[in-house]
């Protein structure tokens, strides 16, 4: 993957620069020995992304994005492979590390590290739609016991504009 984003950055034919912002329907999930929760929250983000040309079919996009979710602030990395699958409509796919603003709380990790997935839709040349999920692959849990684990994820939806 690190040798894929130094080829795309070194061999874009072109790069743009743009804004992005939308609603984060995020989900908490925690497993423990005989059991389960779950809790969901909405919130927004915006953000700030490049969107680097490799090939007219294959584009690099990565994105920082500021996750606001009730009380909680986040930080979000995601670094996306987009793919023009037909003309205007694309999927997006790549890692995304999280980094939690808020003070830490003893026990929870600040720093994750999850798959995003999903699609854009190029209204024009400057403005997009996307949606994509947000798949939390750490347990945030320091020094989890066996059969303990919290994970977050999300779908976020929104709009992007490119200069």
């Not at 020995?33 to 996009?61: C, K, R």
């Not at 739609?129 to 798949?135: G, M, Q, S, V, W």
Request: net charge negative.
């Amino acid at each position: 993957m690190v040798s894929l984003l130094v080829y795309g950055f070194t061999n874009a034919q072109e790069a743009k620069f743009g804004v992005t912002a939308g609603l984060d329907f995020a989900s908490a999930k925690g497993v423990y020995p005989g059991g389960s929760m779950s809790e969901t929250e909405t919130g927004f983000y915006i953000g700030a992304l490049v969107d680097f040309t490799v090939s007219n079919q294959f584009h690099i996009q990565p994105e920082l994005e500021l996750v606001f979710i009730k009380d909680s602030k986040q930080l979000q990395l995601p670094i996306l492979a987009k793919v023009v699958l037909v003309d205007k409509l694309s999927l997006l796919l790549g890692p995304d590390l999280l980094f939690d603003l808020d003070k830490k709380t003893p026990g929870v990790k600040t720093f994750g590290l999850g798959l995003d997935f999903g699609g854009a839709y190029d209204i024009n040349k400057n403005l997009s739609i996307e949606a994509k999920y947000n798949l939390g692959l750490t347990n945030l849990i320091e020094n989890a016991p066996s059969g303990y684990s919290a994970k977050i994820s999300g779908f976020f939806a929104g709009v992007g504009y490119k200069f």
